[in-house]
């Protein structure tokens, strides 16, 4: 079966969107559209065309689709002045932030205590105008038997690293970070088809959204790591990236 992946590397800025449609057919994962977002643009009604009917799409999302449930647990009775008996990792962080950690070795953001909640709000409004602009529920997928268009949590970062290629020193435009995304680009290409890299060499965020599909792959080939706690994941949200 055919499946359409559609990689967001999400931001709040939609120029600093990259947005990636590539199709998983037979094992097989080819690049069909890269390209970064504009000012203005709607994110949403841009990608919506992409969404394969009948056939379900997979829609990874490069930015944290919950937050701590420590964090609402905590805040949600507190008042200014008093103490919370919390700390800061466990509060600002999620389970599946800590997994990646000691799995993988790198440290997502801390979407309780950093600038990406705000991307995480951008993210989950995406979500909700696709929903609206398909009739369809997109919900959070949490096996590879697709039974319709859903979605996933991935992190570029983390996929990168699972795969032993770089994943540091590539999202600026100097020279030599650059050549740093020329050589992820060539270790992409054994697991890519990618028949122009011009775009993923130009703009870090439009990379970040072809590895998103990467991510997205592999979730749908099984290999990715599987939260421990469903029940804490549903309300967290998870990371979905490869074994090392």
């Given amino acids: 079966m ?3 992946i559609i990689g967001i590397d999400c931001a ?4 600093k969107v990259g947005l990636a449609k590539s199709v998983l057919k037979d094992g097989q994962l080819c690049l069909e559209s890269a390209e970064q977002g504009c000012s203005g643009m709607n994110i949403a009604t841009h990608i919506v065309q992409w969404i394969s009917v009948p056939s379900p799409t997979l829609i990874a999302l490069d930015a944290p689709l919950g937050w701590p449930s420590s964090l609402g647990d905590s805040l949600a009775p507190h008042s200014a002045g008093m103490p919370i008996e919390y700390p800061g990792n466990l509060l600002f962080r999620r389970e599946t932030d800590r997994f990646i950690k000691s799995r993988i070795g790198k440290q997502p953001l801390d979407v309780g205590a950093d600038r990406i909640a705000r991307t995480a ?4 409004a995406i979500l909700a105008r696709l929903r609206e602009l398909t009739s369809n529920p997109i919900p959070l997928a949490w096996n590879p038997a697709l039974q319709q268009t859903s979605a996933i949590e991935v992190y570029p970062g983390g996929t990168l690293l ?27 290409s ?3 088809e990618i028949p122009d890299p011009a775009p993923l060499l130009s703009k870090a ?11 997205a792959a592999d979730f749908l080939r099984g290999t990715t790591l599987p939260p421990e706690n469903q029940s804490l994941a549903e309300k967290e949200g998870w990371i979905w990236v490869k074994a090392p």
């Fill in 2 to 4: 055919e499946i359409v």
């Fill in 12 to 15: 709040t800025d939609p120029k």
């Fill in 121 to 124: 709000l951008a993210a989950l």
């Fill in 162 to 188: 699972s795969h032993g290629l770089p994943y540091q020193s590539y999202k600026n435009n100097s020279a030599e970070q650059r050549q740093m995304r020329a050589q992820i680009i060539e270790g992409l």
């Fill in 190 to 192: 054994a697991l890519i």
């Fill in 205 to 215: 965020d439009t990379l970040d959204a072809v590895i998103c599909c990467l991510a």
